[in-house]
T-cell receptor, first 114, second 109 residues
Framework: NAGVTQTPKFRVLKTGQSMTLLCAQD?????MYWYRQDPGMGLRLIHY???????AKGEVPDGYNVSRLKKQNFLLGLESAAPSQTSVYFC?????????????FGEGSRLTVL | GQNIDQPTEMTATEGAIVQINCTYQ??????LFWYQQHAGEAPTFLSY??LDGLEEKGRFSSFLSRSKGYSYLLLKELQMKDSASYLC??????????WGAGTKLIIKP
C-alpha cells in the first residue's frame, strides 16, 4: 500500500515564485493535514480538511492556500514564496480523530526559498 | 496558551533503559500521542494514551497522568536503531493536535 504520497520531495524556489505541493492518500481517510516542521519547533499545522470540498485554517495559514477537490488529494499552494517558508512540509491523513486518530504521514517535501 | 515541554536531547547506552518525559498544558484533553521520527523521515505512530496508567507495547511503554499533565515514554533494551527524535503530541478539546518540539535520542554503543 502506498499510504500517503507527497510530490515533489525536494524543490528550490526563488522569492516570489509560486508552487503547489500535492498529497495523495489511498486509505479513504476523511481528514487530511498540512504541517511544516522547522528546527527546534514542533510540527505546526498550516491547513487541514475534514472531508472532500472542505478546508480550514490551522496555526500558521498565512501565505498558503489549499484545496481538497477529491477525497484522496490535498493540495498546498504557495502563491508568492518567501524565505520564511523554507521548511520541511508534511502531509498527513487520519480517520475521524475522536477515537485515537493516528496520523499517517507522507515522506515530506523539502522546500528552499532563496 | 497551550504548551508541550520535552527535553531537547538525551543520550543513552545500547541495551539500557531510557525515559523521555513530556509535560503539557492544553485547552482540554482528548489523548496523548507519541511518535518516532528518524532523521530525514516522516513521523510514525508509537502509542496513544487517553486514560491514566501505563500502556505497554513490546520494548516501548507509555505512561499518562492527566491530573499532573505528564507523560513519559519508556524504551527498554535500547538498540542503535532507536536513535531518533520522539515527538509528544496532545489532542485538545477541539481534537487538534498540539506538538512538542521533540526529543532527540542518541544511542551510544
Amino acid at each position: 500500500n502506498a499510504g500517503v504520497t507527497q510530490t515533489p520531495k525536494f524543490r528550490v524556489l526563488k522569492t516570489g515564485q509560486s508552487m503547489t505541493l500535492l498529497c495523495a492518500q489511498d486509505m479513504n481517510h476523511e481528514y487530511m493535514y498540512w504541517y511544516r516542521q522547522d528546527p527546534g519547533m514542533g510540527l505546526r499545522l498550516i491547513h487541514y480538511s475534514v472531508g472532500e470540498g472542505t478546508t480550514a485554517k490551522g496555526e500558521v495559514p498565512d501565505g498558503y492556500n489549499v484545496s481538497r477537490l477529491k477525497k484522496q488529494n490535498f493540495l498546498l499552494g504557495l502563491e508568492s514564496a518567501a524565505p520564511s517558508q523554507t521548511s520541511v512540509y508534511f502531509c498527513a491523513s487520519s480517520s475521524i480523530p475522536d477515537v485515537s486518530g493516528e496520523l499517517f504521514f507522507g515522506e515530506g517535501s523539502r522546500l528552499t526559498v532563496l | 496558551g497551550q504548551n508541550i515541554d520535552q527535553p531537547t536531547e538525551m543520550t543513552a547506552t545500547e541495551g539500557a533503559i531510557v525515559q523521555i518525559n513530556c509535560t503539557y498544558q492544553t485547552s482540554g484533553f482528548n489523548g496523548l500521542f507519541w511518535y518516532q521520527q528518524h532523521a530525514g523521515e516522516a513521523p510514525t505512530f508509537l502509542s496513544y494514551n487517553v486514560l491514566d496508567g501505563l500502556e505497554e507495547k513490546g520494548r516501548f511503554s507509555s505512561f499518562l497522568s492527566r491530573s499532573k499533565g505528564y507523560s513519559y515514554l519508556l524504551l527498554k533494551e535500547l538498540q542503535m536503531k532507536d536513535s531518533a527524535s520522539y515527538l509528544c503530541a496532545v489532542m485538545d478539546s477541539n481534537y487538534q493536535l498540539i506538538w512538542g518540539a521533540g526529543t532527540k535520542l542518541i544511542i551510544k554503543p
